[in-house]
């Protein structure tokens, strides 16, 4: 089991920037990758980055591309994503969670590959 906590959302004027972060405990040498999705009123969660547990393989959204950055934090087990240039479109609950399926790194662009999952974070970007 891993358990995922979110911290660092808030609110932020567009053009602004925000670091959330994602901190993971329990059997967490099992975990191969980790991401972030986010989740606007009425609309799907969508993937927004991952990134390797091990070596340096990320992958973005095209929306966020250029914007945030993904890293992380071994040996704090901590996933921190970088939020430059914030948009309004940006608002909305950012969710943080970790897979061990050993999937290539664009597999986990997709929901299904992920086992576990934080409560998320609210981001609110005024315009």
């Known amino acids: 089991q891993v358990r995922l906590v979110e911290s660092g959302g808030g609110l932020v004027q567009a053009g602004g920037s925000l670091r959330v972060s994602c901190a993971a405990s329990?059997?967490?040498?099992?975990?191969?990758?980790m991401g972030w999705f986010r989740q606007a009123p009425g609309k799907e969660r969508e993937f927004v980055a991952a990134?390797?547990?091990?070596?340096?393989?990320?992958v973005y959204a095209v929306s966020v591309k250029g914007r945030f950055t993904i890293s992380r934090d071994n040996a704090k087990d901590t996933v921190y994503l970088q939020m430059n240039s914030l948009k309004p479109e940006d608002t909305a609950v950012y969710y943080c969670?970790?897979?061990?399926?050993?999937?290539?790194?664009?597999?986990?662009?997709?929901?299904?590959?992920?086992?576990?999952w934080g409560q998320g974070t609210q981001v609110t970007v005024s315009s």
């Open positions: 990134i390797r547990w091990s070596g340096s393989f990320t």
């Open positions: 329990g059997r967490t040498a099992s975990t191969y990758a």
């Open positions: 969670a970790a897979g061990s399926s050993g999937a290539g790194i664009y597999a986990y662009t997709a929901r299904r590959s992920y086992d576990y």
